[in-house]
């Protein structure tokens, strides 16, 4: 049903403007011939087609069922649905009823099991609820059997197998780059100590105690580290964001995925206590500079 394209499809029935007005006439063309097919802007590519050519598609579930299509638009670019293909299904379900007549009445294997996926909208969970009972229960759905869940659980079981690569960024990727921030910065910062043991111990002459050389040294390292990590953050978001379009890395319904806004707090506080707990041991050391030591190597 092409029509449901602009109205259950995800992410296409936000569309506004121009977009959503190419995307209606292609419904509008593949509603009047059976035989279009929208492909994705990524199926185009890796196919080496253009809108307006023909091909043939077969398929390893339906063997025997050869459909001669003509691609006659693209799946508008950027969406979940780059690498999907749309087609009516009055098409492959008038291919099987000539598969009947031409096998002696003989129907396809596989005539009754064509239909894998139907999404259905509701108003609240109760309606998706008693909706999904009587299809369950029905006898009419029973060979195959039918499944009914929500969209997220769907999607949950799907991701289900990634889970321990998600797990692993999270709790031993993640923690590992901020370590390995934490020993850089600590490392600039007892450079920084030793080369400027001068001015510590002039700024003790001139009146500094040392928790004014301590609040100094980590408020410096933790100033850098808050710019750094904020311009980071910045400058990932908007790379990623506007210039890339994304990153082109296709699971389950997900074509691209994008940075959020919130990375730019993330940026910041990330940068703030890494520069503070790498600065702190440094910082405590600078406190003890004794001038007499220092002035003495001088003189």
């Given at each position: 049903q092409p029509e449901k394209i602009p109205t259950m499809v995800d992410?296409?029935?936000?569309?506004?403007?121009?977009?959503?007005?190419?995307?209606?006439?292609?419904?509008?063309?593949?509603?009047?011939?059976?035989?279009?097919?929208?492909?994705?802007?990524?199926v185009l590519k890796r196919l080496k087609k253009r809108?307006?050519?023909?091909m043939k598609i077969t398929s390893f579930n339906f063997r025997?069922?050869?459909?001669?299509?003509?691609?006659?638009?693209?799946?508008?670019?950027?969406?979940?649905h780059d690498t999907s293909s749309f087609m009516n299904a009055e098409y492959l379900n008038a291919a099987f009823d000539d598969y009947k007549a031409k096998n002696k009445n003989q129907p396809h294997p596989m005539a009754d099991k064509s239909l894998g996926l139907v999404w259905l909208r509701f108003d609240t969970r109760s309606d998706?609820?008693?909706?999904?009972?009587?299809?369950?229960?029905?006898?009419?759905?029973?060979?195959?059997?039918?499944?009914?869940?929500?969209?997220?659980?769907?999607?949950?079981?799907?991701?289900?197998?990634?889970?321990?690569?998600?797990?692993?960024?999270?709790?031993?990727?993640?923690?590992?780059?901020?370590?390995?921030?934490?020993?850089?910065?600590?490392?600039?910062?007892s450079i920084s100590v030793r080369e400027r043991r001068m001015e510590i111990?002039?700024?003790?002459?001139?009146g500094f105690r040392p928790g004014?050389?301590?609040?100094?040294?980590?408020?410096?390292?933790?100033?850098?580290?808050?710019?750094?990590?904020?311009?980071?953050?910045?400058?990932?978001?908007?790379?990623?964001?506007?210039v890339f379009g994304g990153i082109n890395f296709p699971i389950a319904f997900f074509s691209k995925f994008f940075i959020p806004v919130d990375a730019l707090v993330w940026g910041l506080a990330i940068g703030t206590l890494t520069a503070f707990a790498g600065a702190a041991v440094p910082a405590w050391s600078a406190r003890s500079v004794k001038v007499a030591d220092v002035f003495a190597k001088v003189a």
């Open positions: 992410e296409l029935e936000d569309l506004t403007g121009p977009r959503r007005d190419e995307l209606l006439q292609i419904v509008e063309k593949m509603k009047s011939q059976r035989n279009g097919v929208m492909l994705g802007t990524s809108v307006g050519e023909r025997g069922i050869e459909l001669e299509v003509e691609i006659i638009g693209a799946t508008p670019e950027g969406t979940r998706f609820e008693r909706a999904a009972a009587q299809i369950m229960n029905s006898p009419l759905y029973a060979n195959p059997a039918v499944k009914c869940e929500a969209a997220s659980s769907a999607i949950a079981t799907f991701l289900e197998s990634l889970k321990d690569i998600f797990w692993a960024m999270r709790w031993l990727l993640a923690p590992a780059v901020l370590v390995t921030l934490s020993l850089v910065i600590a490392n600039s910062i111990a002039v700024l003790k002459v001139l004014h050389v301590l609040g100094l040294i980590l408020g410096e390292a933790v100033l850098i580290g808050a710019a750094s990590g904020l311009a980071s953050a910045a400058g990932a978001l908007l790379l990623v964001n506007r």
